[in-house]
T-cell receptor, first 112, second 112 residues
Framework: DTAVSQTPKYLVTQMGNDKSIKCEQN?????MYWYKQDSKKFLKIMFS???????INETVPNRFSPKSPDKAHLNLHINSLELGDSAVYFC???????????FGSGTQLSVL | GEDVEQSLFLSVREGDSSVINCTYT??????LYWYKQEPGAGLQLLTY?????DMKQDQRLTVLLNKKDKHLSLRIADTQTGDSAIYFC????????????FGTGTRLTIIP
């Protein structure tokens, strides 16, 4: 069974569009994250949610809005997509901060 | 429906040129893409070509498009070990259309 699953796996879209990426984990973890892997393969945290509440919000444009309907889901909505948003977005979860991270397989977002 | 076909495997000696081929069926395809997926990572957009072009070159990469035969190829000059990956061909009928049709991917193996 997939522990952390993201959809879609690939997303190619035009500048200015609004898109969402979904993430679900079946590990019973309390904390979920969104990471962005840029063109240099450097993985940076964007958001962290614990029990549906926002814990970490790194310097991310307001165009990015995470939504956690329950602790097993953390979706990422992005408004007015820009070229610089092109990246691989990884969802992850852990049993609390400081615990081992379990990553999804990534969502490749390409903005043209 | 649309169909995109690629050979599953290709082995090339280091330093030689690699040519990965792709055929597609959708005559309304406007954009054709090449993606690279390295082990454990998500897909990465390598390059794309508009259907009104027949060639595009970007450093070691050369994309050739034969629209009449619906044939797309990716040539990698001076193949390096770092080129080992799975290469996906994809096609779309609208600019930025996220509903791309992907090929099965060609696994490129570099022989030392």
């Amino acid at each position: 069974d997939t522990a952390v699953s993201q959809t879609p796996k690939y997303l190619v879209t035009q500048m200015g569009n609004d898109k969402s990426i979904k993430c679900e984990q079946n590990l019973g973890h309390d904390t979920m994250y969104w990471y962005k892997q840029d063109s240099k393969k450097f993985l940076k945290i964007m958001f962290s949610y614990n029990n549906k509440e926002l814990i970490i919000n790194e310097t991310v444009p307001n165009r990015f809005s995470p939504k956690s309907p329950d602790k097993a889901h953390l979706n990422l909505h992005i408004n007015s997509l820009e070229l610089g948003d092109s990246a691989v977005y990884f969802c992850a979860s852990s049993q609390g901060t400081g615990s081992e991270l379990f990553f999804g397989s990534g969502t490749q977002l390409s903005v043209l | 429906g649309e169909d995109v076909e690629q050979s599953l495997f290709l082995s090339v000696r280091e330093g030689d040129s690699s040519v990965i081929n792709c055929t597609y069926t959708d005559s309304s395809s406007t954009y054709l893409y090449w993606y690279k997926q390295e082990p454990g990572a998500g897909l990465q957009l390598l390059t794309y070509i508009f259907s009104n072009m027949d060639m595009k070159q970007d450093q070691r990469l050369t994309v050739l498009l034969n629209k009449k035969d619906k044939h797309l190829s990716l040539r990698i000059a001076d193949t390096q070990t770092g080129d080992s990956a799975i290469y996906f061909c994809a096609e779309g009928d609208n600019f930025g259309n996220e509903k791309l049709t992907f090929g099965t991917g060609t696994r490129l193996t570099i022989i030392p």
